[in-house]
């Protein structure tokens, strides 16, 4: 949701930025690369138990990651970049949730559902992409919903600074994902019908 409403007034700085490394030579992939390495260190910190390194790097790599898809359309966007950066999204994620998981094994259980339902969320997310004749700013169809990265990073965000209260939180994560794929499904069937 924020993703989709909120773009339009961080723009100005993600393109000032993206022009910033397009004129020192950075590529858009090689930016997604960097992304990639900066926010798999969120669970590495996670589980060091160094909550501050853990939020910087991911919502760092989170910005890097806005900045890489626009310096693909500032230049020449391609199938290859958008896999990269789909797939090197999932993983920051993936270590932000073992990095919790293997730090604080209680909240295990919990950690696996909201794995599950990223799962099932991305799932339909890609395939309603693949199908849909409708294109948008990026390569495919891009659904809006309740749960999109921002969102996310500020639900990892809260289970990373206040850990006491981690399986609540994920709870109300896999809450807010499993009404995502409701959206996201119910839009689908407008969409493919």
């Known amino acids: 949701m924020l993703d989709t ?19 020192r030579g950075f590529t858009a992939n090689g930016v997604t ?22 939020v910087v790097v991911l919502w760092l790599s989170g910005y890097l990651d806005v900045v890489d898809g626009t310096m693909a359309r500032k230049t020449k966007p391609s199938p290859w970049g958008t896999l990269l950066d789909i797939s090197f999204d999932r993983m920051v994620e993936i270590s932000v949730i073992l990095g919790l998981a ?3 094994p209680d909240a295990m259980w919990a ?20 199908l ?6 990026k390569s495919f169809y891009y659904q809006a919903g309740l749960a999109e990265r921002t969102e ?10 206040f850990s006491t209260y981690l399986t609540v939180i994920t709870l109300i994560f ?6 995502t794929i409701y959206q996201r499904m119910a839009e689908a069937k407008r969409i493919l019908n």
């Open 5 to 23: 409403y909120g773009r339009k007034h961080v723009q100005p700085v993600v393109d000032k930025t993206a022009d910033f490394l397009l004129k």
């Open 33 to 54: 690369k960097i992304a990639f390495v900066i926010g798999l260190s969120s669970g590495i910190f996670v589980y060091f138990d160094q909550p501050f390194w853990a």
């Open 102 to 104: 293997f730090r604080f």
């Open 111 to 130: 950690l696996l559902l909201l794995s599950t339902s990223i799962i099932i969320g991305m799932t339909v997310f890609l395939t309603v992409g693949a």
């Open 132 to 137: 849909s004749d409708k294109k948008g700013v």
């Open 152 to 161: 996310g990073f500020i639900l990892f965000t809260l289970m990373i600074v």
């Open 174 to 179: 896999i809450a807010i994902q499993l009404f």
